[in-house]
Nanobody, 119 residues
Framework: QVQLVESGGGLVQAGGSLRLSCAAS????????MGWYRQAPGKQRELVAT???????NYADSVKGRFTISRDSAKNTVYLQMNSLKPEDTAVYYC?????????????WGQGTQVSVSS
């Protein structure tokens, strides 16, 4: 099993910044990719950003130029630096990882952390 511990959410005014962290631990041989998704009330969960083991990144168009994803492979931790936050960024943010353990590959989700942006 793999445990994901998220931190860094909170309430911020529009234009402000937050940094999310997600640390993975447990039965891990290697991590293929790590990412962040978000779900606003009444909406479907959507991709925010992902980063592969090689460092390739992918962002939703709505966050390009404002959010930066990074990872510390030694710590099995992924970060999401969020700048110039907008009220429409308000959502629960979920960490997601694809983990290999011996020969099995599984997908895991964090418990979610609330990000609220006031206008």
């Amino acid at each position: 099993q793999v445990q994901l511990v998220e931190s860094g959410g909170g309430l911020v005014q529009a234009g402000g910044s937050l940094r999310l962290s997600c640390a993975a631990s447990g039965s891990i041989s290697s991590i293929y990719s790590m990412g962040w998704y978000r779900q606003a009330p009444g909406k479907q969960r959507e991709l925010v950003a992902t980063i592969t083991s090689g460092g390739s990144t992918n962002y939703a168009d709505s966050v390009k130029g404002r959010f930066t994803i990074s990872r510390d492979s030694a710590k099995n931790t992924v970060y999401l630096q969020m700048n110039s936050l907008k009220p429409e960024d308000t959502a629960v943010y979920y960490c997601n990882v694809f983990v290999r353990y011996i020969v099995s590959v599984n997908n895991y989700w964090g418990q979610g952390t609330q990000v609220s942006v006031s206008s």
